[in-house]
């Protein structure tokens, strides 16, 4: 039984890619911020919550480099999404530092944490989530949230030695989804935003485990160190 490490399990995404991959048979660890009803709801026995404010970063590196639950990951999926509506000119240093411990920094210390196991095994797969906002600068009011998200594009880029040892890391540009999050700006017009998606419509949550479950599956074995935009064009 693969084990495999969630780290955003309560946004609406990763509570159906618990579920999704709790169906698969997989030994599911699924973060949450806070206490998550949706995933308090599943009762399986494959299936562990960690519940972490990874905003307090030291406290998170500290609890990963001591926890033994980090030693035997198979897949890691990062769905960390903090977003702080703010315009830029409003912006602080603690605006910045939460935005990149909790959409960035957290991805960095669990990845270094779990790749010697990996290594050992020669087998891993890695997917960090990042955001259409990346590809068009973000608006003014997430430009911080855009910036932190962009840092697991590149991220990738160093770690591509690893892909003799078949650990395949990628990262998904996730466009506009319909989910919660992309409800939290109230200035934002959404009709205008789908006009603009040449396809005309938001991808639905099931599209984007799909492609989730693919990329972290043995059936990839060859996509590796790629930023996938799937955003319908």
Same mark, same amino acid.
């Given at each position: 039984?693969?084990?495999?490490?969630?780290?955003?399990?309560?946004?609406?995404?990763?509570?159906?890619?618990?579920?999704?991959?709790? +169906? #698969?048979? %997989?030994?599911? *660890?699924?973060?949450?911020?806070?206490?998550?009803?949706? @995933? !308090?709801?599943? /009762?399986? $026995?494959?299936?562990?919550?960690?519940?972490?404010?990874?905003?307090?970063?030291?406290?998170?590196?500290?609890?990963?480099?001591? +926890? #033994?639950? %980090?030693?035997? *990951?198979?897949?890691?999926?990062?769905?960390?999404?903090? @977003? !702080?509506?703010? /315009?830029? $000119?409003?912006?602080?240093?603690?605006?910045?530092?939460?935005?990149?411990?909790?959409?960035?920094?957290?991805?960095?210390?669990?990845?270094?944490?779990?790749?010697?196991?990996?290594?050992?095994?020669?087998?891993?797969?890695?997917?960090?989530?990042?955001?259409?906002?990346?590809?068009?600068?973000?608006?003014?009011?997430?430009?911080?949230?855009?910036?932190?998200?962009?840092?697991?594009?590149?991220?990738?880029?160093?770690?591509?030695?690893?892909?003799?040892?078949?650990?395949?890391?990628?990262?998904?540009?996730?466009?506009?989804?319909?989910?919660?999050?992309?409800?939290?700006?109230?200035?934002?017009?959404?009709?205008?935003?789908?006009?603009?998606?040449?396809?005309?419509?938001?991808?639905?949550?099931?599209?984007?485990?799909?492609?989730?479950?693919?990329?972290?599956?043995?059936?990839?074995?060859?996509?590796?160190?790629?930023?996938?935009?799937?955003?319908?064009?």
């Amino acid at each position: 039984m693969k084990k495999i490490l969630i780290l955003g399990a309560s946004s609406d995404v990763g509570s159906e890619l618990v579920k999704y991959y709790i +169906n #698969k048979n %997989f030994h599911v *660890i699924a973060h949450c911020n806070k206490n998550s009803k949706k @995933l !308090k709801k599943i /009762k399986k $026995k494959n299936f562990k919550i960690m519940q972490f404010d990874l905003r307090k970063i030291n406290n998170f590196e500290k609890f990963v480099k001591n +926890n #033994k639950i %980090f030693n035997d *990951i198979d897949i890691f999926v990062s769905l960390t999404g903090y @977003l !702080k509506i703010k /315009k830029i $000119k409003d912006v602080n240093v603690k605006d910045f530092t939460d935005h990149f411990n909790v959409n960035y920094l957290s991805n960095f210390i669990v990845t270094q944490k779990i790749i010697n196991s990996m290594i050992k095994k020669n087998w891993g797969r890695i997917v960090y989530a990042s955001s259409i906002g990346t590809k068009f600068g973000g608006s003014n009011n997430s430009f911080v949230y855009s910036l932190s998200k962009f840092m697991n594009e590149f991220f990738p880029r160093p770690l591509r030695n690893l892909t003799k040892n078949n650990i395949l890391i990628n990262t998904l540009q996730v466009g506009l989804t319909d989910t919660k999050l992309n409800k939290i700006d109230k200035n934002k017009d959404m009709k205008k935003r789908i006009s603009l998606i040449p396809l005309n419509r938001m991808a639905k949550i099931k599209e984007v485990i799909r492609y989730i479950y693919f990329l972290t599956s043995e059936e990839n074995s060859l996509i590796s160190n790629e930023v996938i935009n799937i955003s319908g064009g």
